[in-house]
C-alpha cells in the first residue's frame, strides 16, 4: 500500500442531516416537492453523478429544471454545511494522522466542486490530504479521477476507500484495490476487504506490514 484514496459521504462524515434541510429549503422555495428529502433518502443517492441525483430526487421536472433546482441545492449546501458541519466519523483523525506519516493520502468523490474544501476546512483536516478530486474539477467521474491521481502521483499500490457499490465498481474499473467502510450507506457483498470503523484502516495495514 503506498496511498490512501477516500471517498468522502459515508467514507469519512455523514453529511446527510444538514444536506436535507438545505436541500428541503430550496426545494419549498422552488415550489416543488420536498418532504421525501430525508437523510435516508440521500444516502441511497449520494455517490452518484450530480445529474442523476437531480432525476431522481425531482422525477416531475424536465431534465434541465431538475439540473437547474439540484445546482441551487448544491450551492446552497455547501454554505449551509460551513455553518452548520457535522463532525467526521469518530476516528477519522487519528487514520488521517496515523497515515500522514507514511504515505500520502488524497480524496476523490462524485461531489460539487466546494463540497470536499468544506469538509476540509470545517474538520480542520487539510494538512493530511496531497490532493483532491472531484467531476468538477476534471470533467471526469470517479474512476477517471482516481486513475487520475494514480497517473499524476506515480503510485502502484494505492487503494480505494468507500462505502457503495458504485466506488467498488470505480475502484475497478481505475484498477486500484479497494476496501468496504461497512458503516457507511451502501452494501458490498463481494468486498475483497472491510472495515467497520475507520481505526480498521490501521490494523490492516499493519497486519500486511507485519505478514
Not at 12 to 17: A, E, F, H, K, N
Not at 83 to 110: T, W
Request: charged fraction near 25%.
Amino acid at each position: 500500500m503506498d496511498a490512501i484514496i477516500f471517498d468522502v459521504d459515508g467514507t469519512l462524515w455523514d453529511s446527510t442531516p444538514q444536506v436535507a434541510i438545505a436541500w428541503q429549503m430550496i426545494a419549498k422555495n422552488r415550489k416543488v416537492p420536498y418532504e421525501h428529502i430525508t437523510p435516508e433518502r440521500l444516502h441511497r443517492e449520494f455517490g452518484k453523478m450530480m445529474k442523476d441525483i437531480a432525476y431522481s430526487i425531482f422525477p416531475d421536472l424536465s431534465k434541465e429544471d431538475a439540473l437547474g433546482v439540484l445546482k441551487e441545492c448544491m450551492d446552497y449546501e455547501v454554505a449551509y454545511l460551513l455553518s452548520h458541519p457535522p463532525l467526521p466519523y469518530d476516528g477519522v483523525e487519528q487514520v488521517f494522522k496515523y497515515f500522514n506519516r507514511k504515505m500520502p493520502l488524497f480524496i476523490v468523490s462524485n461531489c460539487q466542486a466546494g463540497y470536499i474544501e468544506t469538509f476540509l476546512e470545517t474538520s480542520d483536516l487539510s494538512e493530511y490530504i496531497t490532493c483532491h478530486l472531484c467531476p468538477d474539477d476534471t470533467g471526469l467521474n470517479k474512476a477517471g479521477n482516481i486513475k487520475k491521481i494514480v497517473d499524476d502521483f506515480d503510485l502502484h499500490s494505492a487503494v480505494y476507500v468507500g462505502d457503495t457499490m458504485g466506488d467498488y465498481n470505480s475502484a475497478n474499473e481505475a484498477g486500484v484495490d479497494f476496501i468496504f467502510a461497512k458503516y457507511g450507506f451502501g452494501d458490498v457483498p463481494d468486498a475483497p476487504e472491510t472495515i467497520y470503523k475507520p481505526r480498521d484502516l490501521i490494523r490492516i495495514y499493519e497486519e500486511t506490514e507485519n505478514a
